[in-house]
């Protein structure tokens, strides 16, 4: 997870590829950022809090584990 376009700048400098990670954005400019630097955006809170990182969490783990 990222909080600013900054870390996402950061993570793209030292951890790409990232292989099975999945990618967490904080915000819009965040998600905007990491996807400029190559970076796949696997979710983007749509509220910069807890309950909105909880979220889009959860809607990257939603369906992890099911083989459907």
């Known amino acids: 997870m990222a909080a600013s376009p900054s ?3 950061r993570i793209a400098a030292t951890l790409l590829p990232l292989g099975r990670c999945r990618f967490i954005a904080i915000g819009r400019p965040t998600a905007a950022e990491a996807a ?3 970076i796949p955006v696997a979710a983007t809170a ?3 809090t807890p309950d909105g990182i909880v979220a889009a969490l959860g809607t990257v783990f ?3 584990g099911n083989t459907r």
């Open 62 to 64: 939603a369906n992890e």
């Open 36 to 38: 400029a630097l190559g």
């Open 46 to 48: 749509q509220v910069p």
């Open 7 to 9: 870390a996402a700048r």
